[in-house]
């Protein structure tokens, strides 16, 4: 669904189930009547089964629906509670907030990732929360398995656990590890620089790769690229 609404930056997401039995990645995205602009979460439900999709779902429409002074660490929080009193399953998450001078906030459990992007260059704004990161920061060895354990989520993370960071840039990609893995930094740039290439690209590009994951991409395009007149609004989590 398009909807022409003035002064917000052309966004759009797709996702893909994949080879796997479900999809269990969710989208989120929400603008408060008078808010300062809108604000985005994508999840990735851990696990193949019902209750990491429906983890995913609540986790990405409680942090999307955060009042936006509140943060996005109070989102990831917020999730947190919703998942806890909802469902049994869990996910990881990362939630994007429009920062009070341009560009985001950005807060993030597990391997969930926010990257910004200008048009030229692709710059990853959050560090994957999972076991091979973990000792790949203290120079150890690190087997293909530990890229898939993650250290966090949106169940069990303390509050001094949430990764966060902040951007100026008005582009953003938020995704989750079934697109980047299979394609990696240089492969995600490849599809973005192509001239009218997003969200759907990446999906596409990404499952061409081999991609045994659900696949999901939210994608707020760039300044340049933006007309800053239509909003892409898909069904929120």
């Known amino acids: 669904m398009i909807t022409?609404?003035?002064g917000y930056p052309r966004w759009h997401t797709a996702s893909a189930q994949g080879p796997r039995s479900l999809n269990a990645d969710a989208v989120g995205a929400y603008a408060a009547a008078g808010g300062p602009?809108?604000?985005?979460?994508?999840?990735d439900g851990v696990g193949d089964d019902p209750t990491a999709a429906r983890a995913a779902r609540t986790a990405a429409?409680?942090?999307?629906r955060t009042p936006v002074h509140k943060g996005p660490?109070?989102?990831v929080l917020a999730a947190q509670r919703a998942v806890r009193e909802q469902t049994l399953g869990d996910a990881v998450l990362v939630v994007a907030m429009p920062a009070e001078h341009g560009g985001y906030r950005i807060a993030w459990v597990g391997d969930a990732r926010a990257y910004a992007w200008d048009g030229t260059t692709l710059s990853p704004l959050t560090t994957d929360h999972t076991l091979a990161e973990f000792f790949r920061a203290r120079h150890q060895p690190v087997t293909?398995?530990?890229e898939h354990v993650v250290t966090t989520s949106v169940r069990t993370a303390e509050a001094h656990e949430i990764g966060?960071?902040?951007t100026t840039?008005?582009?953003l990609l938020l995704t989750s590890d079934g697109i980047h893995k299979p394609l990696t930094g240089s492969g995600i740039r490849a599809v973005l620089a192509q001239p009218g290439t997003g969200a759907a690209e990446l999906v596409e590009a990404a499952l061409a790769r081999g991609g045994s994951d659900n696949a999901?991409?939210?994608y707020v395009e760039p300044l340049e690229a933006a007309d800053n007149t239509t909003v892409r609004f898909p069904i929120a989590a």
Do not use: C, D, K, Q
């Not at 602009?37 to 999840?43: D, N, Q, S, T, V």
């Not at 429409?61 to 999307?64: D, Q």
């Open 37 to 43: 602009g809108i604000a985005f979460a994508l999840a």
């Open 216 to 218: 999901t991409a939210l």
């Open 4 to 6: 022409t609404r003035p």
């Open 73 to 75: 660490v109070e989102a």
């Open 144 to 146: 293909p398995r530990m």
């Open 164 to 166: 966060t960071a902040e």
């Open 61 to 64: 429409a409680a942090a999307a």
């Open 169 to 171: 840039s008005a582009g």
